[in-house]
T-cell receptor
Framework: NAGVMQNPRHLVRRRGQEARLRCSPM?????VYWYRQLPEEGLKFMVY????????ESGMPKERFSAEFPKEGPSILRIQQVVRGDSAAYFC????????????FGNGTRLTVT | GENVEQHPSTLSVQEGDSAVIKCTYS??????FPWYKQELGKRPQLIID?????GEKKDQRIAVTLNKTAKHFSLHITETQPEDSAVYFC????????????FGKGTKLTVNP
């Protein structure tokens, strides 16, 4: 089992550009979560998705951020018109089912906005 | 919504000593409490978890205790080793709702040889 795969590992964008972060969950996992981690801080929940459905986006900024988990292909976290404050590590996690099953994290994408 | 507080934020121990990290949660409906270890520049990795119908769980040098009445849970590491040095995060999952995990802010553990 390859684990949760995220790419790219590092992403550099200039202010105003778009950032696309990809996450392929572990085989057999249908639940995907995105978290953001600022340096020396904890993991902040952003969004929870199942295939073709956003279940909870309460942690995601209302503007510029969007997420999807299509029927085929990876989950995508999209940040439009990036600003310096978007610089962070973005972690994706997956689980086989929501209820009381552990989250398995990917290696993250480190976004730097210059 | 759920709020998780974690203490201390930093902890330094001598090799061989024990380390204890404590967390409190606010939502009495939370029923799942995992602990993650994150080494510098790496992904968080699950090290142990406990469910609300259990008061204590142990796995070799690591143990977790849960007090539902007081709404707090703790991580205990015995016979610490330098490779235990990392940031440890506790989390809670509220029952119902979206099944997301709410994390504490982390404890940076340093084990001095």
């Amino acid at each position: 089992n390859a684990g949760v795969m995220q790419n790219p590992r590092h992403l550099v964008r200039r202010r105003g550009q778009e950032a696309r972060l990809r996450c392929s969950p572990m085989k057999g996992h249908s639940h995907v979560y995105w978290y953001r981690q600022l340096p020396e801080e904890g993991l902040k929940f952003m969004v929870y998705l199942q295939k073709e459905n956003i279940i909870d986006e309460s942690g995601m900024p209302k503007e510029r951020f969007s997420a999807e988990f299509p029927k085929e292909g990876p989950s995508i976290l999209r940040i439009q018109q990036v600003v310096r404050g978007d610089s962070a590590a973005y972690f994706c996690a997956s689980s086989p089912s929501g209820a009381n099953s552990p989250l398995h994290f990917g290696n993250g994408t480190r976004l730097t906005v210059t | 919504g759920e709020n998780v507080e974690q203490h201390p934020s930093t902890l330094s121990v001598q090799e061989g000593d024990s380390a204890v990290i404590k967390c409190t949660y606010s939502d009495s409906a939370s029923n799942y409490f995992p602990w993650y270890k994150q080494e510098l520049g790496k992904r968080p990795q699950l090290i142990i978890d406990i469910r609300s119908n259990v008061g204590e769980k142990k796995d070799q040098r690591i143990a977790v205790t849960l007090n539902k009445t007081a709404k707090h849970f703790s991580l205990h590491i015995t016979e610490t080793q330098p490779e235990d040095s990392a940031v440890y995060f506790c989390a809670a999952r509220p029952q119902g709702g979206s099944e997301k995990l709410v994390f504490g802010k982390g404890t940076k553990l340093t084990v001095n040889p």
